[in-house]
């Protein structure tokens, strides 16, 4: 199957500051993108949905101007936690996906705000 | 509205076991496509299987095997003969088209996570 890969797959940040994951589909180029959120013990929640060189779309109750998504090409996304707070301190992944329905998904990334 | 509903959070067997894992979808489109994925704790998501709402053959892989009825909008997944490494969550999942955005959407159920004592 087509691989997507996030990094970092780890990442502590201090509080106040902002941090960049990227999503790069590396076998196939990916028309859109989308990005979820999942706390210990819960389900994936979907933040965000991104195409190619459009805004993204956003859920209902993300912010969208403390989750900045930036979809550029056709192989990377990337998602910044700006003035990140322990709170959203969670783990995200990434998913793309070329035409159809079959979604490919990133490793994570899980991140600690301190 | 869609939803996928995975009623048991946790189930704990013993080796050896047999294992079924429920899952109950819904959705008024009439295609869509329902998915199992494998979580470890490492967090990264194994895409276990695909089936579209148009193929109703039950399938086996190994000691895997799914169950889906469109009947009664269920997708269940039953592993024979458990092992430890089967510990993991295990999430269901719907893919059918948001009205609003027009996009194919994952919708994830809330997970169960399986226990496998040896």
């Known amino acids: 199957g087509a691989v997507v890969s996030q990094h970092p797959s780890r990442v502590i940040c201090k509080s106040g500051t902002s941090v960049k994951i990227e999503c790069r589909s590396l076998?196939?180029?990916?028309?859109?993108m989308f990005w979820y959120r999942q706390f210990p013990k819960q389900s994936l929640m979907l933040m965000a949905t991104?195409?190619?060189?459009?805004?993204?779309?956003?859920e209902q109750g993300v912010e969208k101007d403390k989750f900045l998504i930036n979809h550029a090409s056709l192989t990377l996304s990337t998602l910044t936690v700006t003035s990140a707070h322990p709170e959203d301190s969670s783990f995200y992944i990434c998913?793309?996906?070329?035409?159809?329905?079959?979604?490919?998904f990133g490793q994570g990334t899980r991140l600690t705000v301190v | 509205a869609q939803k996928v509903t995975q009623a048991q959070t946790e189930i704990s067997v013993v080796e050896k076991e047999d294992v079924t894992l429920d899952c109950v979808y819904e959705?008024?489109?009439?295609?869509?496509?329902l998915f199992w994925y494998k979580q470890p704790p490492s967090g990264e998501l194994v895409f276990l299987i695909r089936?579209?709402?148009?193929?109703?053959q039950n399938e086996i892989s190994g000691r895997y095997s799914w169950n889906f009825q469109k009947s009664t909008s269920s997708f269940n997944f039953t592993i024979t003969a458990s092992q430890v490494v089967d510990s993991a969550v295990y999430f269901c999942?719907?893919?059918?088209?948001?009205?609003?955005?027009?996009?194919?959407?994952?919708?994830f159920g809330t997970g169960t996570r399986l226990k496998v004592l040896a």
């Open positions: 999942a719907l893919s059918a088209g948001d009205t609003t955005s027009g996009t194919y959407k994952y919708i």
């Open positions: 998913s793309a996906r070329v035409g159809g329905t079959e979604a490919f």
């Open positions: 959705t008024r489109d009439t295609t869509y496509y």
């Open positions: 076998d196939f180029q990916a028309t859109t």
């Open positions: 089936r579209n709402s148009f193929d109703e």
């Open positions: 991104s195409n190619e060189g459009s805004k993204a779309t956003y």
